[in-house]
Structures are given as structure tokens and as C-alpha cells.
């Protein structure tokens, strides 16, 4: 099992910054993914940005620019800096652990406002 326990949500401006953070624990492999998908409400979860443990990134063209994903493999942590954001931004912000399973977070709110 891995637990992931994330952080650093809020209520920000637009064009305002934030950083998320989820901490992973349990049963981690050395070699997995781990990223960010966002749900805001009535729409599907979409993929924001993940990170190998070798450090390859996948990141959505919506965030392109302006978030930028990074970890700490040492502390099987994984961070999303988010600038200029955006009211479209606004979402419940899911960490994702990929390895033989996949394990959720439980989410934590980010609402930019106009």
C-alpha cells in the first residue's frame, strides 16, 4: 500500500502562485511515476503534469509555461509550482503514485480568483 498525503492548496488571486506538494509512503518503488490531475465540478479528471522517477515530465498544454512539476526521490515527494494562475486553474488537485498499482491522494482545492 502507499499513502499519499498532499498540501499547499488555496485560495490565490489570478496571476498569483502557489505550490503543491504530496508526500508518498508505504510500500514506494524506485522506479514509478507520480504527477498531478486536476477535477473541477462537471468535468472529468484531467492529467496536469507527472514525472518519472528518472525525472521525464508529461505536462498538459493547458499548464505549459506557467506549472512546472518537480520530486525528491530521496523523500518520495513530489511538487507542482503553479504561476499566473488562472480561474480556469480552480479544481480539486489529485496527486497520482504510479508503480504496479495506482494510488490517489485525497485531494486538495485550489480556486483562483478573478
Known amino acids: 500500500q502507499v499513502q499519499l498525503v498532499e498540501s499547499g492548496g488555496g485560495l490565490v488571486q489570478a496571476g498569483g502562485s502557489l505550490r503543491l506538494s504530496c508526500a508518498a509512503s508505504?510500500?514506494?518503488?524506485?522506479?514509478?511515476?507520480m504527477g498531478w490531475y486536476r477535477q473541477s465540478p462537471g468535468k472529468q479528471r484531467e492529467l496536469v503534469a507527472t514525472?518519472?522517477?528518472?525525472?521525464?515530465?508529461n505536462v498538459a498544454d493547458s499548464v505549459k509555461g506557467r506549472f512546472t512539476i518537480s520530486r525528491d526521490n530521496a523523500k518520495n515527494m513530489v511538487f507542482l509550482q503553479m504561476n499566473s494562475l488562472k480561474p480556469e486553474d480552480t479544481a480539486v488537485y489529485y496527486c497520482?503514485?504510479?508503480?504496479?498499482?495506482?494510488?490517489w491522494g485525497q485531494g486538495t482545492q485550489v480556486t483562483v480568483s478573478s
Open positions: 497520482r503514485y504510479l508503480s504496479n498499482k495506482i494510488y
Open positions: 508505504g510500500s514506494i518503488f524506485s522506479i514509478n511515476n
Open positions: 514525472i518519472s522517477s528518472g525525472g521525464t515530465t
